[in-house]
């Protein structure tokens, strides 16, 4: 099967020549085709390189990106195309072939999972899901919370070239574009193949990020148009808010507006309006929703006040803060009762006059005080309670509610019908995974705890917060596929306690560098099982090996799928034991500078200097005697030099302490 992948780029330079790598290293023979859209930067020097062995290299003005893919299509000569941006890359060099070798021949889009790599350097997998079931759930209304993630990126997508010459894109859509084709072709009968595997890895910073409100509205439309439309739109207002069926157009001036005027304040706004909703854009749901009922965009204006002195704001287009701010800042004295001395914001009077005064210069002031003025501003601040208004419901918790805390994948992954798992699910990764659980009485319960392991003769140890060990207990062996069901005995605390699970068994590192190791599916309450397992409630301390506590570590990026990079001249890495003990720190590295030292220290001791001989991509290993205290040991590592035209020290690629 003759494959082309095609690269559409604009003034990409510094990001275009990793994606032609990534392609010129794949194992299948594939066809190259290069569409710039007439880029001033340098990128047509880089594409038209000999060493890429373009079929076709084009650089002229376009449309947008779906018709500089449409235009590569036409270019082409390949059955299956798959399209790349400048800055994607294919996740291994086996991926077209595991991916084309064994799909069947008549299959018309062929597509799999792919890689995220968020802005800071982060990586989650994101799976697609079987999409005739996508499609299906679309149909009857049935969208449970990851149905849009299962969605396949173009980046991992194979397409007929024939099916997408004949369908086209939709021009009206200018960032999903590729997903309304998708529904179109199954409508039209296409037949589609999952791949099982990951077959691209993309970046945030794109289209869809740079525009996620009309990418978000795009969904929408999409989804609406080819599904159950009520249930489309019950759907993407929940997970993006009423926003997302407005016209991006219409809204962008009144964002921008809100945006420049420097006083909607939106982390403020999201945290008492949002919470938990972190895809929604503050200044959108305001306009949207968030000012018919009454919310504040800031702690100084009270829309209320403010249409009671100007009532004619009730009635004009827009919101009421909107029409504050359209003859410029208004006076402090428009927006707030100062009047009222018991309010919890009176102490700002000293700051400025709101008589004579905008708000503008308050929010300037505020931020020209440092801490100490400011709180000396309100020494009583404890003494209030937020106005009525703005108070946030309290939260009843119910005897068995739970939740994880930490050591679990990033992101929510599935469906996953090779498991028949219907609802998203998170890893528990490595060796500890935190969550809290709520008891509503204390002593002796019965725990069920609901798991699938990846790895045979998996034994789960459950600890405390002060990593006291509460039960233990072995599970039969038993695929992932089949759900287990394990009861423990321990003794409970009245409200909300941190649990710790430990595995014995992880597996080896995934393309993200994870250990994942169970699938905790649920947790509950019951009676104390008899026998046995009951009595391992009372199970004495055992000391947990000591281990390296990550998000406690200084100086490091968040793990990425290399590794982690010490990033600047000093990083610190913690590690954890229970009691004193005689160990080994081992690293696994690579440097991006020959000849790079440090000097170490343990807990600010004597230094001992560590040396990488070699530089660029050779895995070295350095084993390092420590002793360790009980709790927590501080190894600081500071650094010669670090690679030129970055910040970039060292790469961790593995860490662990040994005897």
């Known amino acids: 099967m003759r494959v ?30 290069i569409v710039d859209g ?24 376009d449309r947008g990106p779906y018709d500089a893919m449409e235009k590569a299509a036409r270019l082409a000569t390949g059955a299956h195309i798959l399209f790349m941006n400048a800055g994607d890359i294919f996740a291994d060099p086996l991926a077209i072939e595991q991916a084309i070798a064994p799909a069947p021949d008549d299959a018309d889009i062929i597509y799999g999972h792919h890689f995220w790599r968020t802005l800071d350097g982060a990586v989650a997998l994101h799976r697609a899901a079987d999409f005739e079931d996508t499609w299906q759930r679309l149909q009857r209304g049935d969208l ?22 004949e369908l086209g894109y939709d021009p009206r859509y200018r960032i999903a574009a590729d997903h309304d ?35 978000f509205h795009e969904w929408w439309e999409i989804a609406q148009r080819h599904g159950d439309a009520a249930a489309a739109t019950a759907y993407f207002r929940a997970r993006f808010g009423a926003a997302v ?10 964002v921008a507006m809100l945006r420049a005027s420097g006083m909607f304040f939106e982390d403020w706004y999201r945290v008492r309006q949002l919470a938990g909703r972190p895809h929604i854009a503050p200044i959108e749901h305001y306009i949207a929703e968030g000012a018919a009922r009454g919310a504040s965009p800031m702690p100084f204006f009270d829309p209320a006040f403010y249409t009671a002195r100007y009532p004619e704001a009730a009635d004009a287009h827009g919101t009421a803060f909107e029409h504050a701010l359209r003859h410029g800042p208004p006076l402090g004295e428009d927006c707030f009762d100062w009047g009222d001395a018991r309010h919890p914001l009176a102490p700002l009077r000293r700051l400025f006059d709101p008589a004579r005064e905008t708000l503008d210069t308050l929010v300037a002031r505020i931020c020209a005080l440092d801490t100490p003025a400011l709180v000396a501003l309100f020494p009583e601040a404890g003494a209030f309670d937020p106005p009525a208004a703005e108070a946030t419901p309290a939260v009843t918790e119910r005897d068995g509610d739970w939740q994880f805390l930490s050591g679990v994948s990033e992101v929510e992954e599935g469906p996953y019908p090779e498991l028949d798992l219907d609802q998203p699910f998170r890893w528990c990764v490595g060796e500890n995974s935190a969550f809290r659980l709520f008891s509503a009485a204390s002593g002796a319960r019965g725990l069920r705890l609901r798991l699938r392991s990846t790895q045979p003769n998996q034994a789960i140890t459950l600890l405390d917060q002060d990593q006291r060990v509460l039960a233990q207990a072995s599970l039969p062996a038993a695929p992932m596929a089949t759900p287990q069901v394990v009861d423990v005995s ?28 169970v699938i905790l599916e649920g947790l509950e309450w019951r009676e104390p099982p008899a026998g046995p397992t009951a009595a391992m409630a009372a199970a004495p301390h055992v000391a947990a090996p000591p281990r390296i506590l990550w998000s406690a570590a200084e100086g490091l990026s968040a793990e990425s799928l290399d590794g982690r990079w010490a990033i600047g001249r000093e990083a610190t890495l913690v590690i954890e034991a229970d009691t004193a003990v005689n160990a080994v720190l081992r690293l696994e590295y690579r440097s991006p500078v020959a000849g790079q030292q440090a000097m170490v220290q343990v807990d600010g001791g004597q230094a001992r200097p560590f040396f990488a001989r070699a530089g660029g991509d050779v895995p070295q290993r350095w084993d390092m005697p420590i002793v360790l205290r009980a709790g927590r040991t501080r190894v600081s590592f500071a650094f010669r030099t670090t690679e030129p035209g970055t910040d970039r020290a060292l790469l961790i690629a593995a860490a662990e302490i040994g005897a």
């Open 181 to 215: 084709f998708l529904y179109r072709a199954r409508r039209a009968g296409a037949r589609f193949h999952h791949a099982g595997i990951a077959i691209a890895a993309y970046a945030q910073g794109g289209m869809s990020h740079l525009h996620a409100q009309r990418c």
């Open 245 to 254: 069926t407005k016209d991006p157009a219409l809204l962008a001036p009144r």
């Open 38 to 61: 007439g880029s001033t930067d340098g990128t047509l020097a880089i594409a038209e390189a000999p060493r890429w062995r373009a079929a076709q290299v084009v650089s002229e003005p």
């Open 144 to 165: 449970h919370p990851g149905w849009q993630g299962g969605v396949p990126c173009h980046q991992a997508t194979f397409t007929r070239r024939s099916l997408l010459l």
């Open 4 to 33: 082309t992948i095609a690269v559409v780029t604009l003034n990409a330079a510094p990001v275009l020549e990793a994606t032609l790598a990534s392609i010129a290293a794949q194992s299948f023979a594939h066809e190259l085709v």
């Open 490 to 517: 321990l003794a409970a605390l009245a409200g909300a306690q941190t649990l710790v699970l430990r595995t014995a068994r992880q597996a080896a590192p995934d393309a993200l560098g994870r250990r994942v190791s």
